[in-house]
């Protein structure tokens, strides 16, 4: 349980997911490969805990810390399908959008957020292929979605 104990030493905690019966899987496997649909920051009822676009209504270090809640979210949906955060060999891809307005142009250093997380649990395993691009209009008006690849071992 490497992976979880880095995240107590960080002081993130995962609690269990709520699920309100969606139609889009939050997880889907293929093989030995995980497909993690897109998160936003949210706590594990699933509401908001940031909001706004970038740029506009928010800051770049508020992007990151958007980013940051999304690995968050993330690794709680991860730990309720996987059971076990360590069954996670290697983070291959990220998609980072980045709900952008005015004169903003710093999407990768607030996916940064997301990245940095990853790699401060996981190590080695957590360096990914990342993209990282505006967007407009996120559901909830998230200023941060992030999906992933994962794959694992059984």
């Known amino acids: ?5 880095k995240l107590e030493e960080m002081g993130i905690v995962l609690n269990p997911v709520r699920r309100n019966g ?5 997880v889907r496997r293929y093989k030995n490969l995980l497909y993690v649909s897109g998160h936003g920051p949210v ?3 699933g509401l908001p805990l940031m909001q706004g676009c970038v740029g506009l ?3 770049e270090q508020q992007a990151y810390e958007a980013a940051r809640l999304c690995a968050v979210s993330m690794l709680r949906t991860l730990k309720d399908y996987l ?14 959008l ?7 142009w710093g999407m990768p250093k607030a996916i940064n957020g997301f990245s940095d997380v ?3 649990v996981f190590g080695q395993r957590g360096r990914h292929a990342r993209a990282a691009m505006g967007s407009a209009n996120h559901e909830s008006s998230y200023p941060v979605v992030v999906d992933a690849i994962v794959r ?3």
């Open 57 to 59: 209504d928010l800051d």
């Open 83 to 96: 059971g076990d955060l360590d069954r996670i060999e290697a983070w291959i891809k990220v998609l980072g």
């Open 152 to 154: 694992i071992r059984d």
């Open 98 to 104: 980045v709900n952008s307005g005015g004169e903003f």
């Open 22 to 26: 969606k139609s889009v899987l939050p």
């Open 43 to 45: 706590d594990e009822n």
């Open 118 to 120: 990853i790699v401060t």
């Open 1 to 5: 349980m490497f992976a979880e104990q």
